[in-house]
């Protein structure tokens, strides 16, 4: 025991060295899975990954002593921090809004992402859009893309419905004399979730011949990424199709519908990274205590589960 304690002595500085670059390499492991889990979409993967080349060879030529080439990818590493921040801001500001509100185990969590539209149901919101245009009924669709949206980036939430989808009933939604066709209606998969809810209307400069409803999904989806908004004019029945905060107009039916395909059909764009970052990271740490064990002279797991 005597002889355990002065091993333990001697290499107190290499342990706790180790140790706080164990605990270094967690905390940047934790962060990266937090970013991958907000982030699904592989475009914008790509150039996370491109961002933490970035850092870990800047990192690496600190270490090796070159100070032109590290001063050089400290500036791009700055310059790629700010290009991000600009490009994901609704991302970074659920991130951050999370972590205000102390939501740290959501963090965590990679959001369950909705269930892709089937052609069935397409053609269900089709036939509906081009009923509604053709009568000339204003009519504003929500509908997601990569994951749920959080109901706090609405101004008001609207009513619970959570039906299937048919064109029947969206056309019932957004008649006139109905008490929830003045606000937009959420689908999320092939359900219904709620209508008559009110949007955040855009800030932008809009041409004067846009009305609320324009602007309201300008708005929803200038705040909120994953979602596209589906718009019929009051006035001249046209279709738009707002996407982060760019209203695309008008649409025919077909235009329509091949639009719709594009964005909510099963494809191989989104992937699943955090789990796997997830795995890595615990057989770093597995690898990381194995180590520290050895140092210390002390029996590793596989050795006293053999035992």
Request: charged content about 20%; aromatic content about 4%; proline content about 4%.
């Amino acid at each position: 025991m005597r002889d355990w304690w002065k091993q333990w002595l001697t290499n107190l500085g290499w342990s706790q060295s180790l140790l706080l670059g164990t605990l270094d390499i967690v905390f940047v492991l934790a962060l990266t899975y937090m970013i991958l889990v907000i982030i699904s979409e592989r475009r914008t993967l790509w150039m996370v990954r491109g961002f933490i080349i970035l850092m870990l060879a800047s990192a690496l030529s600190g270490r090796l002593g070159l100070p032109l080439l590290n001063f050089v990818l400290e500036k791009l590493v700055i310059g790629c921090a700010v290009a991000m921040a600009v490009a994901l801001q609704s991302e970074f500001r659920r991130f951050l809004e999370q972590l205000g509100r102390g939501e740290f185990r959501q963090l965590f969590q990679p959001s369950n992402l909705s269930v892709p539209k089937s052609d069935s149901v397409i053609d269900e919101i089709v036939e509906a859009v081009k009923e509604l245009s053709k009568n000339r009924i204003g009519a504003l669709l929500i509908l997601e893309t990569t994951g749920p949206i959080d109901e706090r980036d609405f101004s008001v939430p609207g009513v619970k419905l959570n039906a299937d989808v048919s064109k029947e009933l969206i056309q019932t939604i957004f008649q006139p004399k109905t008490l929830l066709h003045d606000g937009a209606t959420l689908i999320r998969g092939s359900r219904i979730v709620s209508s008559g809810i009110i949007l955040p209307l855009s800030g932008r400069t809009a041409s004067r011949q846009l009305g609320t409803r324009h602007r309201a999904a300008m708005g929803i989806t200038e705040r909120v990424e994953n979602c596209i908004c589906v718009v019929v004019s009051e006035e001249t029945g046209s279709i738009s199709l707002a996407e982060r905060g760019t209203l695309n107009r008008p649409l025919t039916i077909r235009k329509l519908k091949e639009s719709l395909e594009a964005r909510l059909s099963p494809n191989v764009d989104r992937e699943a990274v955090a789990p796997g970052l997830l795995s890595l990271g615990r057989q770093l740490g597995g690898r990381a205590l194995t180590l520290v064990s050895r140092l210390l002279g002390l029996p590793s797991t596989a050795s006293r589960d053999k035992k």
